[in-house]
């Protein structure tokens, strides 16, 4: 029987695969004015405030200020998509991280991935526009000008300059590094497994590639990618003060590297005025508000991509039956170049191997490639190209109605919640994000029995890859094909509150749960994590008047006391119990079966504050026992009072002492009763900043996470609380507090590399400046413009 292969299957089992284009995508369209200008007005710490009469130029203003600022980091992310970082960071041979990305990347490259983007859907909402286009465009030139300018052997950050990694850039490494953002939960959360997947007759160092990355997806309890979250509330008139809308922004991203936040404000007047944040590297706010319309992003549990279980033809497993016929991989070849002996480099070569759904990808034990069966993922963000639009016409929305209907046109979320508020006193949850279409009944008809429980239990589909009727298929309101509709997905409109923490959709209100929708989304009617019941009790005790603070109902300082109120609701709930257990037993086994005396131990945990302040003594110590596992319940959790359940010690359980015995071991050299600020800090320069929060495995809301330098302390954040905004809105406009804890810029010698840490340090905030008055009133305030002649294409 003759083979057809992967692309020639029926158009039937094509459910979000963009058909390949050759040539490069049309320029936009030429500056009519004959070039790129913008004014940039530098407020305190930093913060620009752009204004352009054009896309183009606004995205040149973007460009240029964000070079000024951060161009090392701008330049790293750009070796990274351009599958260059064995060749200027090195590898330690062939299955090195650094090798596994660049091959991964290359073969984006070679496929013209971005370039088939480009090209817009034949299917589904017309994008990239060309405002978008015009501000990648712009962006592209405000960056190449600031480095000619300046020239990459004068750049002030030690990071980059003189390197040879930093030169001018493309419209195509913009657009794949936005590409790169788009498939962060879906393929590239599996990339080792992708790069490690060959078929079982394979030979040769490549076959032996592993794959850790995948197997930490498949084993992690939801769809979040690894190492962000956030908390975020819009309120409604019925929870402030002053009858309007108000948001809190506060998502807990890493403070190194790509996924940086940077504050800016972008003006286009009559078209687009909007104040907040974005990732470094994008031109358009992704976290903010304009004048009547303020919003946030919470990562969602919804998963990216499905499974597909492959029935392989006997004999050959690189070929897959569908519906009784076989259809035969296609297979890409990709070499990149890593350092060999003597300055030399070496090629590495991978053979991948894809599939009408997507490529096949191996997790060990789990989803292995063997003579009769393999997997291989449909990514539904692997297309998504229309994200910058949809943020563009999130910032023109005036409510949050017409923001949801900016959310059903342009379903371009990739990973993540909204949250938001507008000035008439309305809040909006929504994981309006994009999801592969597993309705009930595709569940039920088309995941094989033995997955059944990994999806009850994660949310990850293993579908039936021989039928064709297992195919994801296409939602009637859906923006393209494959992701599920907007009457699918869960939305909440409310005049008092919505908020979320990671966990999933269920308690965005505990008042009117969410419920009844697909498992793919998040599960429901299940335990809530701490961080969540935290910021649910917050909310409640602030609108009931129980939080000890005067009076109800929010106020922008009372927002910013609630998020940096620095509460650890774990230890609120079992701090006693705890003391109790270590009063009765001084002793204890760790795991390693030696003897601990938990006298100290006892003592801190009896003297803490119950906060993770810079002046709170033992929080650590708390801490290191929860991350330890030592908070095991004795009571179940109730469905019909999540916010409450579970809340008392199982002080009988053996494992709690086990873990407070391994908290003091694993703190040996540091006092149990150390004040957090002392131990807990973040470098700038020759200066320690100390630094307040903690982790969320401690029941903490302003979370922070540094790693345990042993008999040192935490010496270093490496992620936690980020962009954090407190807006209110009502008749006069917005105001309110606003912060980077990591400062503005990456850059050492930069005024404004670490005084928004400091800032953050002591719990203080910048103002939110989005009025004239309220910029001009800034003491700090400078001016200057940018720009360059008429541009080429």
Same mark, same amino acid.
């Given at each position: 029987?003759? +083979?057809?292969?992967?692309?020639?299957?029926?158009?039937?089992?094509?459910t979000?695969?963009?058909?390949?284009?050759?040539?490069?995508?049309?320029?936009?369209?030429?500056?009519r004015?004959?070039?790129?200008?913008?004014?940039?007005?530098?407020?305190?710490?930093?913060?620009?405030?752009?204004?352009?009469?054009?896309?183009?130029?606004?995205?040149?203003?973007?460009?240029?200020?964000?070079?000024?600022?951060?161009?090392?980091?701008?330049?790293?992310?750009?070796?990274?998509?351009?599958?260059?970082?064995s060749?200027?960071?090195?590898?330690?041979?062939?299955?090195?991280?650094?090798?596994?990305?660049?091959?991964?990347? %290359?073969?984006?490259i070679?496929?013209?991935?971005?370039?088939?983007?480009?090209?817009?859907?034949r299917?589904?909402?017309?994008?990239?526009?060309?405002?978008?286009? &015009?501000?990648?465009?712009?962006?592209?030139?405000?960056?190449?000008?600031?480095?000619?300018?300046?020239?990459a052997?004068?750049?002030t950050?030690?990071?980059?300059?003189?390197?040879?990694?930093?030169?001018?850039?493309?419209?195509?490494?913009?657009?794949?590094?936005?590409?790169?953002?788009?498939?962060?939960?879906?393929?590239?959360a599996?990339?080792?497994?992708?790069?490690?997947?060959?078929?079982?007759?394979?030979?040769?160092?490549?076959?032996?590639?592993?794959?850790?990355? /995948? $197997?930490?997806?498949?084993?992690?309890?939801?769809?979040?990618? $690894?190492?962000?979250?956030?908390?975020?509330?819009?309120?409604?008139?019925?929870? *402030?003060?002053?009858?309007?809308?108000?948001?809190?922004?506060?998502?807990?991203?890493?403070?190194?590297?790509?996924?940086?936040?940077?504050?800016?404000?972008?003006?286009?007047?009559?078209?687009?005025d909007?104040?907040?944040?974005?990732?470094?590297?994008?031109?358009?706010?992704?976290?903010?508000?304009?004048?009547?319309?303020?919003?946030?992003?919470?990562?969602?549990?919804a998963?990216?991509?499905?499974?597909?279980?492959?029935?392989?033809?006997?004999?050959?497993?690189?070929?897959?039956?569908?519906?009784?016929?076989?259809?035969?991989?296609?297979?890409?070849?990709?070499?990149?170049?890593?350092?060999?002996?003597?300055?030399?480099?070496?090629?590495?070569?991978?053979?991948?191997?894809?599939?009408?759904?997507?490529?096949?990808?191996?997790?060990?034990?789990?989803?292995?490639?063997?003579?009769?069966?393999?997997?291989?993922?449909?990514?539904?963000?692997?297309?998504n190209?229309?994200?910058?639009?949809?943020?563009?016409?999130m910032?023109? $929305?005036?409510?949050?109605?017409?923001?949801?209907?900016?959310?059903?046109?342009?379903q371009?979320l990739?990973?993540?919640?909204?949250?938001?508020?507008? $000035?008439?006193?309305?809040?909006?949850?929504?994981?309006?994000?994009?999801?592969?279409?597993?309705?009930?009944?595709?569940?039920?008809? @088309?995941?094989?029995?033995?997955?059944?429980?990994?999806?009850?239990?994660?949310?990850?589909?293993?579908?039936?890859?021989?039928?064709?009727?297992?195919?994801l298929? %296409?939602d009637?309101?859906?923006?393209?094909?494959?992701?599920?509709?907007?009457?699918?997905?869960?939305?909440?409109?409310?005049?008092?509150?919505?908020?979320?923490?990671?966990?999933?959709?269920?308690?965005?209100?505990?008042?009117?749960?969410?419920?009844?929708?697909?498992?793919?989304?998040?599960?429901?009617?299940?335990?809530?994590?701490?961080?969540?019941?935290?910021?649910?009790?917050?909310?409640?005790?602030?609108?009931?008047?129980?939080?000890?603070?005067?009076?109800?109902?929010?106020? *922008?300082a009372?927002?910013?006391?609630?998020v940096?109120?620095?509460?650890?609701?774990?230890?609120?709930l079992?701090?006693?119990?705890?003391?109790?257990? @270590?009063?009765?037993?001084?002793?204890?086994?760790?795991?390693?079966?030696?003897?601990?005396?938990?006298?100290?131990? @006892?003592?801190?945990?009896k003297?803490? &504050?119950?906060?993770?302040?810079?002046?709170?003594?033992g929080?650590?110590?708390?801490?290191?026992? /929860? +991350?330890?596992?030592?908070?095991?319940?004795?009571?179940a959790?109730? /469905?019909?009072?999540?916010?409450?359940?579970p809340?008392?010690?199982?002080?009988?359980?053996?494992?709690?002492?086990?873990?407070?015995?391994?908290?003091?071991?694993?703190?040996?050299?540091?006092?149990?009763?150390a004040r957090?600020?002392?131990?807990?800090?973040?470098?700038?320069?020759?200066?320690?900043?100390?630094?307040?929060?903690?982790?969320?495995?401690?029941?903490?809301?302003?979370?922070?996470?540094?790693?345990?330098?042993?008999?040192?302390?935490?010496?270093?954040?490496?992620?936690?609380?980020?962009?954090?905004?407190?807006?209110?809105?009502?008749?006069?406009?917005?105001s309110?507090?606003?912060?980077?804890?990591?400062?503005?810029?990456?850059?050492?010698?930069?005024?404004?590399?670490?005084?928004?840490?400091?800032?953050?340090?002591?719990?203080?905030?910048?103002?939110?400046?989005?009025?004239?008055?309220?910029?001009? /009133?800034?003491?700090?305030?400078?001016?200057?413009?940018?720009?360059e002649?008429?541009?080429?294409?």
């Amino acid at each position: 029987m003759r +083979l057809k292969p992967a692309g020639a299957v029926a158009t039937a089992l094509v459910t979000v695969v963009t058909t390949v284009v050759t040539g490069v995508p049309p320029a936009a369209a030429q500056h009519r004015d004959g070039g790129y200008s913008a004014e940039i007005r530098r407020a305190s710490y930093g913060v620009p405030h752009i204004t352009a009469r054009d896309f183009a130029s606004l995205g040149f203003g973007v460009g240029y200020a964000q070079a000024e600022d951060n161009i090392c980091v701008i330049a790293e992310k750009v070796v990274t998509v351009s599958a260059e970082r064995s060749r200027f960071f090195g590898a330690s041979g062939p299955t090195d991280a650094n090798v596994r990305s660049d091959l991964f990347y %290359r073969k984006a490259i070679d496929e013209r991935t971005a370039e088939r983007l480009l090209q817009g859907p034949r299917d589904g909402v017309h994008s990239p526009s060309d405002e978008v286009r &015009d501000q990648i465009r712009g962006f592209v030139a405000g960056y190449n000008n600031y480095l000619r300018r300046t020239g990459a052997a004068n750049l002030t950050d030690p990071a980059c300059r003189a390197k040879p990694w930093v030169r001018p850039l493309t419209e195509l490494d913009m657009w794949r590094a936005s590409w790169a953002s788009m498939v962060r939960a879906g393929s590239r959360a599996v990339l080792d497994g992708i790069v490690a997947a060959a078929p079982p007759t394979a030979t040769g160092p490549a076959a032996v590639l592993d794959a850790p990355g /995948a $197997a930490a997806v498949v084993a992690a309890r939801d769809g979040a990618p $690894a190492g962000v979250g956030s908390n975020a509330y819009g309120l409604g008139a019925q929870a *402030t003060t002053h009858g309007g809308g108000m948001l809190l922004a506060n998502p807990h991203f890493p403070w190194e590297g790509a996924e940086r936040f940077y504050r800016m404000h972008l003006k286009v007047p009559g078209r687009y005025d909007v104040e907040g944040a974005a990732l470094i590297g994008d031109p358009i706010i992704e976290i903010g508000h304009n004048r009547t319309l303020a919003w946030s992003h919470t990562v969602s549990t919804a998963r990216r991509f499905v499974w597909h279980r492959l029935a392989l033809v006997p004999g050959d497993p690189t070929a897959y039956y569908v519906d009784g016929r076989p259809v035969r991989m296609t297979t890409r070849t990709v070499t990149v170049r890593v350092p060999g002996p003597g300055g030399t480099t070496v090629p590495v070569s991978r053979t991948f191997h894809d599939t009408h759904f997507g490529p096949v990808v191996v997790v060990p034990g789990t989803f292995d490639w063997s003579a009769t069966a393999a997997y291989a993922i449909t990514d539904v963000n692997a297309t998504n190209n229309r994200a910058f639009d949809g943020w563009l016409q999130m910032g023109r $929305a005036r409510t949050v109605r017409e923001l949801k209907q900016v959310l059903d046109r342009h379903q371009f979320l990739p990973w993540v919640n909204v949250i938001a508020s507008d $000035a008439r006193g309305e809040a909006l949850y929504a994981d309006h994000s994009v999801v592969p279409r597993v309705t009930h009944e595709l569940a039920a008809a @088309c995941i094989p029995a033995p997955f059944q429980p990994l999806y009850a239990a994660s949310g990850q589909a293993v579908l039936d890859g021989s039928r064709s009727a297992c195919a994801l298929g %296409r939602d009637p309101d859906a923006a393209v094909p494959g992701i599920l509709g907007p009457a699918n997905l869960p939305t909440r409109f409310r005049a008092d509150y919505v908020t979320n923490s990671n966990d999933s959709h269920w308690l965005a209100n505990p008042e009117a749960p969410l419920e009844g929708y697909p498992r793919i989304i998040g599960n429901e009617r299940t335990e809530r994590s701490l961080r969540t019941r935290l910021g649910l009790d917050q909310v409640r005790g602030r609108l009931a008047g129980t939080d000890g603070l005067p009076g109800r109902g929010f106020t *922008t300082a009372r927002l910013w006391q609630t998020v940096f109120g620095n509460r650890a609701y774990g230890g609120e709930l079992v701090r006693d119990d705890l003391v109790a257990v @270590c009063t009765a037993h001084p002793t204890a086994t760790a795991s390693d079966g030696t003897t601990v005396d938990l006298r100290a131990a @006892c003592a801190a945990l009896k003297g803490w &504050d119950l906060h993770v302040d810079l002046d709170s003594r033992g929080a650590h110590l708390f801490t290191e026992f /929860a +991350l330890a596992g030592g908070i095991r319940f004795a009571d179940a959790f109730d /469905a019909g009072d999540p916010v409450r359940t579970p809340s008392r010690l199982n002080t009988a359980d053996p494992r709690v002492r086990t873990a407070l015995a391994d908290a003091v071991r694993k703190l040996a050299g540091i006092p149990l009763d150390a004040r957090l600020g002392d131990i807990q800090t973040e470098p700038r320069g020759d200066r320690r900043i100390p630094i307040h929060g903690g982790r969320a495995e401690a029941g903490v809301f302003n979370m922070i996470i540094s790693p345990l330098a042993p008999g040192v302390g935490y010496p270093k954040v490496v992620h936690g609380s980020s962009f954090v905004m407190a807006v209110e809105l009502g008749p006069n406009g917005p105001s309110g507090r606003q912060i980077l804890t990591y400062s503005q810029s990456s850059n050492p010698n930069s005024p404004w590399y670490a005084d928004q840490t400091r800032l953050y340090s002591g719990k203080g905030w910048d103002t939110v400046k989005y009025t004239e008055a309220q910029l001009k /009133a800034d003491p700090n305030l400078r001016t200057y413009r940018v720009g360059e002649g008429s541009p080429r294409h």
